[in-house]
């Protein structure tokens, strides 16, 4: 009789094809357009959120401010009223779900050997903020604009994705000095 551990290891299921993939993507987006009217993205909810935790902070700063007035006009209850609020916490509990129905669910802290030095933890903290500040200033993110406009034929989506895709391989090419 062998003593099992305490904690056994889970196999993992295969991740999709990427066609199969992709053709799930495409009915959802398509879903969301139907039932929604918007196409699917991330970034607004973020200003969302930067715009309620104003709210919270500096009420009459925000409120006064022409950008993240609008938003907060309700008060912090228009905030959790946009779809777009409610989009992401469906995209959180789904990512969850499947990770647990893929058996890829783990906790784990990563420390300075998985996460590297202190330079690549400021390149990508500097890369997550110009990411951030470029998808506001084109009014999307991958998905929002990449996807979702692409999905309908928007001239800027393919200009953005294919900006995006140059600069992340210029980019790559500079800090790997490949």
Not at 29 to 38: E, N, P, Q, R
Not at 106 to 122: E, K, L, M, Y
Not at 142 to 169: K, Q
Request: aromatic content about 10%; proline content about 4%.
């Amino acid at each position: 009789m062998s003593a099992s551990p305490a904690f056994q290891e889970t196999h993992a299921k295969p991740f999709w094809p990427p066609l199969a993939a992709g053709i799930a993507l495409g009915l959802v987006l398509l879903l969301t357009f139907v039932l929604t009217g918007h196409g699917l993205g991330a970034t607004g909810a973020s200003t969302r959120l930067a715009a309620w935790l104003g709210l919270e902070v500096a009420p009459a700063a925000t409120e006064s401010n022409a950008y993240l007035g609008p938003m907060v006009e309700g008060g912090a209850r228009s905030v959790m009223a946009s779809w777009i609020s409610w989009q992401v916490v469906g995209v959180a509990i789904g990512a969850f779900v499947a990770a647990l129905l893929g058996g890829r669910f783990r906790i784990q802290f990563d420390g300075s050997h998985s996460v590297g030095t202190p330079r690549r933890a400021f390149a990508a903290l500097l890369g997550g903020l110009l990411a951030g500040f470029g998808a506001r200033v084109a009014a999307g993110c991958t998905s929002g604009l990449g996807l979702s406009g692409a999905a309908v034929l928007g001239i800027a989506a393919f200009v953005f994705l294919g900006a995006f895709f140059a600069v992340g391989l210029i980019s790559y090419r500079v800090f790997r000095g490949v």
